[in-house]
């Protein structure tokens, strides 16, 4: 058996709106070892964005505990969060959220500037992440200047430039057409052969196909908890 | 994260919206220009009337007399009070006049041993000076006698003074100020010209070195002939004196000679009532150290109305940084999600603010300083240095103190809202 990276035990999130509280997550256990590729799936509605929040470290659980890389989250304080944010979790968002005019190897750039690495060594490992995603020649490009698919493989690119423990992707194809989507989906199956670790969070059960492993969610509860043998890609794979 | 990202990210910030940011700036370069000019203006001002003082000369006393009815500087009051009987006026409808006898008994060591030298002066106003087709009106035309040069600190550039034994012989003779040689004979030399002043012959022997202006008037537009020719010609046989000039031993002599002056006068007016005196005594020195005096009010009042509008372009730097972390809101969000710690988004903010200010502070200077070489409502701005320092070190500061709330509030946010916000 492999380490456990991280680790939800009991954890319970609730929002409170004036008189009602909402329960968007109960009783939630679920375990992720290294190297994993694990999808979360479920309807909207079904508290995978709060879980994704807590996982991501944006958020903090109401109740339980949360234990990523042997650190439990829920003693560290704001300063901490980000410092754990910056070095072991990667963001992939649905909005590709990269910082507007600005060039991708800037963007790329931009959480080794917040960890306090030197320029120099900052662009290396910058350039390095965009020649993983096939766009080492797009870097001095403002994302304005590049494509939906080109954004997203950008957003990868920061998200693995600092090395971090998890890959955090959340809805990473929703805005993509089918053949930036397959691409995208190459890219994560190509970190994911790496030894990457990767939390892939979809309504799509063909973008869910591709993870060894599926946890399903609904009314914030876990409802299944799956591995499987991921399908290949949708289409040929050419890529790479 | 040191300063050099944080200014590296904020002067990209700036230079996302450049019209706003160049406006915001120049709210705060208005604000430092003005400080800078308006201080210069009051500090010129200050400055002309002391170069007022010394063009006086030193140590000098000025006898008028009091026109009947007329309030004079008020009672004596009007120029720093102390030193009773210094200077003394009254109101009197007799007129009696300043003449040359009270000039000889001034003269008298023996009645006023605090004097150095006595002159007597008759300005005359509207006389025009004629040479060869060139034609212009001095603004002072002074018949006096050789001593008047000493008192009033004029000194001869070229040719001679004349003497009191040209006085005495009612020499037509004329000292000429540099403005006047300019305008009458050009590039010529004046030397031992004849000019005619109002069509009376007057024969140049010297010219004065210049003065410059002492901020009210030019001092170099003067011509300086004995009196006794001025009343052969042009004021009359029996013209009554303009003023006297009275030079004291010393700066410290000053309330003695002017008590001295106060005494003879009375004496050869046939006055024994002080306060009746046809005559008044000015310590004009004094008269204008309170004129300088109310000028420096007058320079910080200027000061205050300019920090005002710095203050001003201070809270339009809140207000645009407000607009700026509301309208970037998203971008924070991602930001603190990749990593940035609370002080690394209030350092950027803070960053931005200060470097608005900042450059608005240096353009602000720079303006300042050329605006402060012109010439304001007639008066030659001074730059007073600290008023650069000052208004640009509070520019800064002011963008330190309105760039801390929002940045604070861009600090605070949380990033799940942060990144949810459209």
Not at chain 2, 13 to 37: E, Q
Not at chain 2, 311 to 332: D, F, S, Y
């Amino acid at each position: 058996m492999r380490p456990v990276l991280l680790a939800l035990q009991h954890v319970e999130k609730r929002y409170d709106a004036g008189e009602i509280s909402v329960i968007a997550l109960r009783e939630i256990n679920l375990a992720v070892t290294r190297g994993e590729f694990v999808a979360i799936m479920g309807a909207s509605g079904s508290g995978k964005s709060t879980l994704m929040n807590i996982l991501g470290c944006l958020d903090l659980p109401t109740r339980g505990k949360y234990t990523l890389a042997g650190t439990d989250v829920r003693l560290l304080d704001d300063t901490d969060l980000a410092a754990v944010r910056n070095r072991l979790i990667g963001f992939v968002f649905q909005s590709f959220n990269l910082i507007p005019r600005t060039s991708a190897l800037r963007n790329v750039e931009l959480p080794l500037v917040y960890a306090g690495v030197k320029p120099r060594e900052r662009a290396e490992r910058a350039r390095a992440a965009l020649q993983m995603v096939g766009l080492e020649n797009r870097s001095g490009h403002k994302p304005s200047e590049l494509s939906g698919g080109q954004q997203q493989r950008v957003a990868v690119a920061r998200a693995i430039v600092t090395d971090p423990a998890i890959i955090l992707a959340d809805e990473p194809t929703g805005n993509l057409d089918t053949t930036a989507t397959a691409e995208m989906l190459d890219l994560l199956d190509h970190l994911h052969g790496l030894g990457r670790t990767i939390i892939l969070i979809t309504h799509e059960p063909d973008v869910a196909m591709r993870a060894s492993r599926v946890v399903r969610l609904s009314d914030g509860r876990i409802v299944s908890d799956e591995y499987q043998t991921p399908s290949a890609a949708m289409h040929p794979s050419s890529h790479r | 994260m040191n300063l050099r990202e944080s200014t590296h990210i904020a002067l990209q910030g700036l230079s996302a919206n450049v019209l706003r940011s160049a406006l915001t700036m120049l709210g705060i370069l208005i604000g430092v220009g003005s400080v800078i000019v308006l201080v210069a203006v009051g500090n010129g001002s200050s400055v002309a009337v002391q170069k007022r003082i010394e063009g006086l000369g030193t140590n000098t006393l000025v006898v008028m007399r009091t026109r009947g009815g007329f309030g004079g500087f008020g009672g004596g009051g009007g120029f720093g009070g102390g030193g009773g009987g210094r200077a003394t006026n009254g109101t009197q409808s007799s007129v009696s006049q300043l003449t040359t006898k009270d000039v000889t008994a001034l003269g008298d060591k023996s009645q006023a041993p605090d004097l150095k030298a006595v002159a007597p002066v008759i300005n005359e106003a509207s006389v025009t000076a004629t040479y060869s087709g060139a034609t212009y009106a001095p603004s002072q035309f002074v018949g006096t006698n050789a001593d008047y040069l000493s008192i009033r600190d004029y000194t001869i550039a070229d040719g001679a003074a004349f003497t009191n034994q040209d006085v005495t012989d009612r020499n037509r003779v004329a000292l000429l100020g540099q403005t006047v040689v300019t305008n009458l004979f050009g590039t010529q030399n004046p030397l031992g010209a004849t000019v005619q002043f109002n069509g009376i012959d007057y024969h140049v022997m010297g010219v004065l070195t210049p003065k410059g202006s002492n901020g009210a008037q030019d001092q170099d537009d003067i011509v300086i002939t004995p009196i006794t020719a001025v009343q052969d010609t042009l004021a009359g046989a029996n013209a009554p004196l303009s003023q006297i000039t009275v030079e004291a031993r010393s700066r410290g002599a000053m309330t003695a000679a002017a008590d001295e002056v106060t005494t003879v006068l009375l004496g050869t007016h046939h006055i024994t009532d002080p306060t009746q005196a046809d005559f008044q005594v000015l310590n004009q020195a004094t008269l204008l150290s309170t004129a300088s005096s109310t000028n420096s009010v007058f320079t910080v009042l200027l000061g205050a109305v300019a920090a005002i509008s710095l203050l001003v372009g201070g809270i339009g730097v809140m207000n645009i940084m407000l607009v700026t972390v509301t309208e970037r809101t998203r971008e924070i969000g991602i930001r603190k999600a990749i990593g940035a710690r609370r002080s690394d988004i209030l350092g950027q903010f803070l960053v931005e603010a200060v470097l608005l200010s900042l450059m608005g502070g240096v353009l602000g200077v720079g303006l300042g300083l050329i605006g402060s070489k012109f010439k304001i409502v007639g008066v030659t701005p001074v730059v007073a240095w600290y008023s650069v320092g000052l208004a640009f070190g509070v520019a800064v500061g002011v963008g330190l103190f309105f760039g801390l709330y929002p940045a604070n509030r861009a600090a605070s946010l949380r990033p799940i809202e942060a990144l949810r916000h459209e």
